[in-house]
Antibody
Framework: EAQLVQSGGGLVKPGGSLRLSCAASGFTFGRYSMNWVRQAPGKGLEWVSVISSTSSNKYYGDSVKGRFTVSRDNAKNSLYLQMNSLRAEDTAVYYC???????????????WGQGTTVTVSS | DIQMTQSPSSVSASVGDRVTITCRASQDVNTWLAWYQQRPGKAPNLLIYAASSLQSGVPSRFSGSGSGTYFTLTISSLQPEDFATYYCQQAYRFPRTFGPGTKVDIK
């Protein structure tokens, strides 16, 4: 069974940094693009970032561009999100999610991690 | 960026009701559109991809249609476990964007 297990959330002060991890199992991790999606308390879903299967392509949402960096290690079946210069508005549950992206478009995020909470507060 | 809108923002319905949710994209996304269900405190769950393809394991009472800028998600006969929030998401361009969500609750 395909599974994503997340770790690395917590409480951090404004301006601080945090690194989230997402460990994959039960599927060939290196064949899939991977996303980060977040959800602020009581709010809807916000797409954060995507990384292609070989790390050749990375995209970010406008709200995190220049502050967050996505990476992956296919040998370790792991996805990461390095978050710097954190702001109060980055407070959210962060999810990693598998994506099947073709040359033209995506087929949806079909496997999700359990979510990890990031709280940015002094 | 492609903006996604959904209507209604919430709907009250009874078990057995037929429910339809509408999603509109600010520009043509062809059929690169996905629908998700999210129950409180849980991760989203993919229901429909490519506008009308049912994800494996999802009950057949869920169906999707549309192309271009107008899409619908229909639940043919609402079940107790279907009370949740539903999101559409365009999968055509980066940045990916989600609709604001439609909450389906019990009448």
């Amino acid at each position: 069974e395909a599974q994503l297990v997340q770790s690395g959330g917590g409480l951090v002060k404004p301006g601080g940094s945090l690194r989230l991890s997402c460990a994959a199992s039960g599927f060939t991790f290196g064949r899939y693009s991977m996303n980060w999606v977040r959800q602020a308390p009581g709010k809807g879903l916000e797409w954060v970032s995507v990384i292609s299967s070989t790390s050749s392509n990375k995209y970010y949402g406008d709200s995190v561009k220049g502050r967050f960096t996505v990476s992956r290690d296919n040998a370790k079946n792991s996805l990461y999100l390095q978050m710097n210069s954190l702001r109060a508005e980055d407070t959210a549950v962060y999810y990693c999610a598998r994506d099947d992206i073709t040359m033209v478009g995506g087929l949806g995020m079909d496997v999700w991690g359990q979510g990890t909470t990031v709280t940015v507060s002094s | 960026d492609i903006q996604m809108t959904q209507s209604p923002s919430s709907v009250s319905a009874s078990v057995g009701d037929r429910v339809t949710i509408t999603c509109r994209a600010s520009q043509d996304v062809n059929t690169w559109l996905a629908w998700y269900q999210q129950r409180p405190g849980k991760a989203p769950n993919l229901l429909i991809y490519a506008a009308s393809s049912l994800q494996s394991g999802v009950p057949s009472r869920f169906s999707g249609s549309g192309s271009g800028t107008y899409f619908t998600l229909t639940i043919s006969s609402l079940q107790p476990e279907d009370f949740a929030t539903y999101y559409c998401q365009q999968a055509y361009r980066f940045p990916r964007t989600f609709g604001p969500g439609t909450k389906v609750d019990i009448k």
